[in-house]
């Protein structure tokens, strides 16, 4: 079983910028593909970012490619989300996944472990 903790969300002014970090542990990090996901209050969770187990491939939403970079640190276990040029709509709570494959994917039906979340509010 793998457990996964989130950290860094916090609010940030439009324009900011801030990177999530997702700790992982009680498995071999570097067997899981994983992604980064988010959901607004009211809508459903949405496919952010994810990344193979070795890095090798990484794929994004429309919504952020070119403000976003997934990255990973195997000997962490860590994986990470950096966010750039942040907007209001951005505001969520990013849930990092895992998944037993080393194939990334952008379906969260897919995935097998999550994190509780943390909340990212960007202001105006």
């Known amino acids: 079983q793998v457990q996964l903790v989130e950290s860094g969300g916090r609010l940030v002014q439009a324009g900011g910028s801030l990177r999530l970090s997702c700790v992982a542990s009680?498995?071999?990090?570097?067997?899981?593909?994983m992604g980064w996901f988010r959901q607004a209050p009211g809508k459903e969770r949405d496919f952010i970012a994810t990344i193979a187990s070795g890095g090798q491939n990484t794929y994004y939403s429309d919504s952020v490619k070119g403000r976003f970079t997934i990255s990973r640190d195997n000997a962490k276990n860590t994986v990470y989300l950096q966010m750039n040029s942040l907007h209001p709509e951005d505001s969520a709570v990013y849930y990092c996944a895992a998944r037993r494959s080393v194939v990334a994917t952008t379906s969260p039906t897919n995935y097998h472990f999550w994190g509780q979340g943390t909340q990212d509010t960007v202001s105006s």
């Open positions: 009680g498995g071999t990090f570097s067997n899981y593909a």
